[in-house]
T-cell receptor, first 115, second 119 residues
């Protein structure tokens, strides 16, 4: 089965530092998402991306966050100045299309720890 | 208002028995999809089963079935013949289908149910 790949699997960063989380979606997919899950809590939507622009974003996705798809394969989430409360598991997901792609394929996640 | 409600924070089931994990949802959109994901302790999200709002029959995938009751807005997951490897967190999720062209709405997740299968 095709896979969404996320790197790194674990990232420890100091508060105030910038961090970039990387994702390689499935190659023919068109819709891309970032979600986060604070330890022990539910999975929360951050942002969706289609046609090289943000489709939707949640209240969590403030000016400290940005996404881009620089080379047509990678899909990155950048946090400019990390805070302690950014510690969470971050999931990337992709879908092939709007109607036929019922299922979002998730990566294995990046566990971010801000110290 | 919560869009997805999972009222069982934790459930226990004896190995080889069946178990039902509850999920209710709230939407005014006529078109939507309902999903169940499994999250083991390793953290990855594993897709289990999907039910479309217009599907006439309840979805089944191996030992997983979805008891879809549209009028009650419930989408309970039934796991038959539980195995020790089924011990995990289970999330119900919904995607509303946007009327906007080119927009695939995001998933909204419930708070999850921690299932423990006892030997």
């Amino acid at each position: 089965e095709p896979e969404v790949t996320q790197t790194p699997s674990h990232q420890v960063t100091q508060m105030g530092q910038e961090v970039i989380l990387r994702c390689v979606p499935i190659s023919n997919h068109l819709y891309f998402y970032w979600y986060r899950q604070i330890l022990g809590q539910k999975v929360e939507f951050l942002v969706s991306f289609y046609n090289n622009e943000i489709s939707e974003k949640s209240e969590i996705f403030d000016d400290q966050f940005s996404v881009e798809r620089p080379d047509g394969s990678n899909f990155t989430l950048k946090i400019r100045s990390t805070k302690l409360e950014d510690s969470a598991m971050y999931f990337c997901a992709s879908m092939p299309n709007r109607s036929g792609g019922r299922r979002a394929f998730f990566g294995q996640g990046t566990r971010l720890t801000v110290v | 208002a919560q869009k997805i409600t999972q009222t069982q924070p934790g459930m226990f089931v004896q190995e080889k028995e069946a178990v039902t994990l509850d999920c209710t949802y709230d939407t005014s959109d006529p078109s939507y999809g309902l999903f169940w994901y499994k999250q083991p302790s390793s953290g990855e999200m594993i897709f289990l089963i999907y039910q479309g709002s217009y599907d006439q029959q309840n979805a089944t995938e191996g030992r997983y079935s979805l008891n879809f009751q549209k009028a009650r807005k419930s989408a309970n997951l039934v796991i038959s013949a539980s195995q020790l490897g089924d011990s995990a967190m289970y999330f119900c999720a919904m995607r509303e289908v946007s009327a906007l062209r080119g927009s695939a709405r995001q998933l909204t997740f419930g708070s999850g149910t921690q299932l423990t299968v006892l030997p």
